[in-house]
């Protein structure tokens, strides 16, 4: 950008002068910051540069129109060349500069381009918008073949209450190494089973040498007191002799937007008996 030049080598026309004073006060008051593009057609277009930080100016560029100061037309830019920060800034400014505008006097823009340069100045320093949040990653399905070479899982009668549906799976284990490949391929074999609210499973192995130890474990996975359900359950039917002596179930909830209270542990209890009863002795 080039410095202003505002010396008249002719007749000034009337109409003219009030923007040529204002122009004359401006490179005087701000010899520094008022530049004309080098592209500007007029010198009635011209610049002021602002720094708000140390790495962050802004330049805005204000037309002196002929029927100035009715109008005053202006753009900014900022040398982060962020449109997200310049449409902010132009907002802040076009509600300054038309309050400005409006309560300015005779010399306006002279009093606009000072209170401009103060606004502008006190301005916070902008803030970049977060980013959205990323998306977790979708799980990957695990292949039936990945599971250990003899496990055959069962699965019960959907059941259906108030739009939430349970659904319980169970199998027969001899090993606690056998449950993390059997959990991951029920929590993701279909796009349904990904879409479940909740997978709530329990499992119980003893072994069937004396002393007879026991290992079992349980997840609520947010439906809060479902594994310890679970546990209670299997602990009852094992102790009767049906099922076999290793058992995994799980129960996979699809919620319908009406809460059940209690209810839902009925309701899980029962689609867990029922796909117990259907593995092997």
């Avoid at 002196?64 to 900022?78: C, E, G, R, T, W």
Wanted: aromatic fraction near 6%.
């Amino acid at each position: 950008m080039s410095a202003l030049s505002t010396s008249a080598s002719t007749t000034l026309d009337p109409s003219e002068e009030p923007r040529f004073l204002c122009l004359n006060l401006l490179t005087a008051m701000y010899p520094t910051e008022i530049t004309q593009p080098p592209s500007s057609s007029s010198k009635y277009i011209f610049s002021i540069e602002l720094p708000l930080s140390q790495s962050l100016s802004i330049t805005v560029t204000l037309h002196l129109m002929p029927d100035y100061p009715a109008s005053l037309p202006f753009s900014i830019s900022s040398s982060t060349k962020n449109k997200l920060l310049e449409t902010g800034l132009h907002t802040q400014c076009t509600k300054f500069l038309a309050t400005t505008v409006e309560e300015g006097s005779d010399d306006d823009l002279t009093f606009l381009a000072s209170e401009l340069i103060t606004f502008v100045s006190n301005l916070p320093p902008p803030v970049s918008p977060a980013p959205p949040p990323s998306s977790p990653p979708k799980p990957i399905a695990v292949p039936a073949s990945a599971l250990p070479p003899t496990t055959q899982i069962h699965t019960s009668t959907p059941l259906t209450s108030k739009g939430s549906t349970f659904i319980a799976f169970a199998c027969v284990v001899s090993s606690p190494l056998e449950i993390p490949p059997i959990l991951t391929y029920l929590q993701t074999f279909s796009t349904k089973q990904m879409r479940a609210t909740h997978h709530m499973y329990a499992y119980r192995i003893v072994s069937p040498t004396p002393p007879h130890t026991t290992i079992h474990d349980n997840d609520d996975d947010g439906e809060v007191g479902a594994g310890a359900k679970l546990a209670a359950l299997l602990g009852m039917m094992m102790k009767s002799g049906k099922p076999p002596c290793g058992v995994f179930c799980l129960v996979s909830r699809w919620f319908g937007g009406t809460k059940l209270g209690p209810k839902r542990f009925a309701h899980i209890s029962n689609v867990a008996r029922e796909v117990i009863l259907k593995l092997p002795t």
